[in-house]
């Protein structure tokens, strides 16, 4: 199993220019999240899914967009970038049973906005 | 709100001498503290789950305990691959999301 995969590892975006951070799983987990690292900060939550065709917003969701059309996918749309959005994005998938509440993740997008 | 404050923000051992990380947090019901471990430029990586106070879990040099209101990482005797950033996290009982402390960032020096 490959576990989370995303792309693209980096990426540098003009202002207003806008991008989809691609992340997909083959664990077949139902939830799915989206969360951005600020340097020397905590995962901040931008938003989740709880199964295909569901998403709800985190903590910090402005200026992206979510869906979620299968169980695998899970792509996060940023529209209008701003440097605000300097960030690295984290995908993460989280398991049922057993492994309810532990969360995998993704190896990151690092992003630049300038 | 919930917060997590984690405690120090960095901690240098040799290797060899063991030592604790703090988590302490504020939540209106806690369903259960997370500890992730995170290498520079990866992703984090899940360690630990405690549910209620008084629990512990171990795992190679690490043991995590829990109380009401903080949670400890012991690393007893690091080594130099121990070195990383370590994350804690709660999820209340009514919620459906992390709290994330800031880590602490570890580095072990040979």
């Known amino acids: 199993n490959a576990g989370v995969t995303q792309t693209p590892k980096f990426r540098i975006l003009k202002i207003g220019q806008s991008m989809t951070l691609q992340c997909t799983q083959d664990m077949n987990h139902n939830y799915m999240y989206w969360y951005r690292q600020d340097p020397g900060m905590g995962l901040k939550l931008i938003y989740y899914s709880v199964g295909a065709g569901i998403t709800d917003k985190g903590e910090v969701p402005n200026g992206y967009n979510v869906s979620r059309s299968t169980t695998e996918d899970f792509p996060l749309r940023l529209e209008l970038a701003a440097p605000s959005q300097t960030s690295v994005y984290f995908c993460?998938?989280?398991?049922?049973?057993?492994?309810?509440?532990?969360?995998?993740f993704g190896p990151g997008t690092r992003l630049t906005v300038t | 709100e919930d917060q997590v404050t984690q405690s120090p923000e960095a901690l240098r051992l040799q290797e060899g001498e063991s030592s604790s990380l703090n988590c302490s947090y504020t939540v209106s019901g806690l369903r259960g503290l997370f500890w992730y471990r995170q290498d520079p430029g990866k992703g984090p990586e899940f360690l630990f789950t405690l549910y209620s106070a008084g629990e512990e879990k171990e795992k190679e040099r690490l043991k995590a305990t829990l109380t009401k209101k903080e949670s400890f990482l012991h690393i007893t005797a690091p080594k130099p691959e121990d070195s990383a950033t370590y994350l804690c996290a709660v999820l209340r009982t009514s919620g459906s999301r992390l709290t994330f402390g800031e880590g602490t960032q570890l580095t072990v020096n040979p």
């Open positions: 993460a998938s989280e398991g049922t049973g057993a492994t309810t509440y532990e969360q995998y």
